[in-house]
């Protein structure tokens, strides 16, 4: 086990001399990267997305409790916040229609990834600011917002780092040679 910044954990393992009888193998024999290229595929998919939702549910429900969202600041803060979950809903949306014409999105899915986790740290870290210190304790009221910060940087890790993801559109969806 691996225990995150987050305080999540996640599991490292180590495969050494395995053997697997024919009946249980997926594909073909030396053809593993051909399937494990599909699983990416789906794997790097708008994964913080659901996190961003959350976030701005609870980012607008602490400044209506608040009296706050008439301050310009806070408004544009939580503007920033649901465009940049649409954006995400848009890219996921995108992901499917290739999918259902039969095709893998790859670049997509690494483009909905890439997006929708910088932009939850983008967003937490901005809310965290405008509410204020008692924002970075982990009891209260306002623990959904220290959480969502902690978990917001393990998002840019999971399913391939943010570095990862902006390799794949640059070589895949841009054409550009591979970095050294």
């Known amino acids: 086990p691996i225990h995150t910044l987050g305080g999540e954990r996640t599991n490292i393992t180590f495969y050494t001399g395995v053997r697997v009888n024919d009946r249980w193998r997926v594909g073909e024999i030396d053809g593993g990267w051909d399937v494990m290229k599909v699983a990416l595929a789906f794997e790097r998919n708008p994964l913080a997305l659901a996190d961003g939702m959350r976030l701005l549910d609870q980012a607008v429900a602490w400044a209506t409790s608040a009296g706050r969202l008439d301050d310009p600041l806070i408004g544009e803060r939580l503007a920033r916040l649901a465009t940049d979950v649409e954006v995400g809903r848009l890219l996921a949306r995108r992901m499917v229609e290739i999918a259902v014409a039969g095709g893998l999105p790859v670049v ?47 998002t840019t890790i999971y399913a391939g780092t943010s570095e990862i993801q902006r ?8 054409g550009l040679p591979r970095a050294r």
């Open 167 to 174: 390799s794949i559109i640059a070589e895949r969806g841009l």
């Open 108 to 154: 997509e899915g690494s483009i909905a990834k890439l997006w929708t986790s910088e932009a939850l740290v983008r967003n937490a870290a901005a809310l965290l600011e405008v509410i204020g210190p008692a924002a970075v304790l982990q009891d209260g009221e306002l623990a959904w917002a220290e959480r969502a910060h902690r978990h917001a940087a393990v």
